[in-house]
């Protein structure tokens, strides 16, 4: 399955975005969904992840409370609601697919992205 995310873009802190990432070329529900970002000079970090129904979601504890994952899987789509921007939410997010179910593991995630660029500004 081929995945495309877009709704990146320059924020200010406190600030609000919605990512999206469509899904194309296979069963989108399939597969769990995950977004993960890696800002620069830093390791690819794990953000939240949803279950093929959507019935579960995990966050990473440094979004919880802030970023809400959701899809639709009439429309291929998974969703990354981003609330109280922070400029260490500063990174480059990928959505990821994988046959698992709820792994924060990168490498358990067999498709990826290409990256959406979020810039929070202080």
């Known amino acids: 399955v081929q995945l495309q995310a877009s709704g990146g873009g320059l924020v200010q802190t406190g600030g609000s975005l919605i990512l999206s990432c469509v899904a194309s070329?296979?069963?989108?529900?399939?597969?769990?969904m995950a977004w993960f970002r890696q800002a620069p000079g830093k390791e690819r970090e794990f953000v939240g992840t949803?279950?093929?129904?959507?019935?579960?979601?995990q966050y990473a504890d440094s979004v919880k409370g802030r970023f809400t994952i959701s899809r639709d899987n009439a429309k291929n789509t998974v969703y990354l609601h981003m609330n109280s921007l922070k400029p260490e939410d500063t990174a480059v997010y990928y959505c990821?697919?994988?046959?698992?179910?709820?792994?924060?593991?990168?490498?358990?995630?067999?498709?990826w992205g290409q990256g959406t660029q979020v810039t929070v500004s202080s």
């Open positions: 949803i279950t093929k129904s959507g019935s579960r979601i």
């Open positions: 070329g296979g069963t989108f529900s399939y597969y769990a």
């Open positions: 990821a697919a994988t046959a698992q179910i709820l792994t924060v593991r990168a490498w358990e995630y067999i498709h």
